[in-house]
């Protein structure tokens, strides 16, 4: 069953001096299943991220169809969008969002309060969340005093506490090392097989490698994709790659 659906979806600006447009997005269909981890890569101005802005209602089409689990965006009134982000959809983003004189516990906290939750109903969410995250004994530290990658960790937490639909993920190991990212990696795998739906948009062939379905947007259009199927992360590392290389040499879609 599809969470989420995308119909022909176009986003064109305007500069703000000439009047000059620019299309950012053409003719975008696509349809993520419940469960699954895709990731969106593309060169650098080739459309992903304002893709993944109008998918986090962040930004609005214009032209085309958002739908998420069965309810058009579109539909949904602006005063009421930031609820709808908030029940709906978990983020997690390169520089980690988190606000440093917010101990990481109150940083995971956020979304629920501003929902209007009990304290004892968030700690009740929390604590096992945190065991599995591996992060219970920093929930009192502050962000300055723990590591990139436990950061990231705090900030998934933030994003799964309100047991969202959906999943985005804006270059999750973009500001992490090589052994944090790995870590993260694996947890992104761990939260996927529990039944997470995940959509990332990424630069790191490793990170996308662990995904199970792989988007390629090219000059605001989709381009490719590749299924996981029974490849390794090896095995597909080395098909991103090609697809990557092929995009970037002004191969054809095959």
Known sequence: MSILEVHNLEKIYTTRFGGNQ?????????AVESGEYVAIMGESGSGKTTLLNILATLDKPTHGDVILDGKPVSKIRDKDLSAFRRDNLGFVFQDFNLLDTFSLEDNIFLPLVLAGQKYSQMSKELTPLAQKLGITQLLKKYPYE????????????????????????????????????????DLFAQINRDGQ??????????????????????????????????????????????????????????
């Open 146 to 185: 723990v590591s990139g990658g436990q950061k990231q960790r705090a900030a998934v937490a933030r994003a799964l506490i309100t047991h969202p639909r959906l999943i985005l993920a804006d270059e999750p190991t973009g500001a992490l090392d090589s052994r944090s990212s790995d870590e993260l990696l």
């Open 22 to 30: 620019v299309r950012a997005l053409h003719n975008v269909s696509l």
């Open 197 to 254: 739906t995940i959509l990332m948009v990424t630069h790191s062939v490793k990170a996308a490698s662990h995904a199970g379905r792989i988007l390629f947007i090219k000059d605001g259009e989709l381009f490719h994709q590749i299924y996981r199927g029974e490849n390794t992360n090896e095995e597909l590392y080395e098909k991103i790659s090609r697809t990557l290389t092929m995009i970037a040499t002004g191969g054809d879609r095959r």
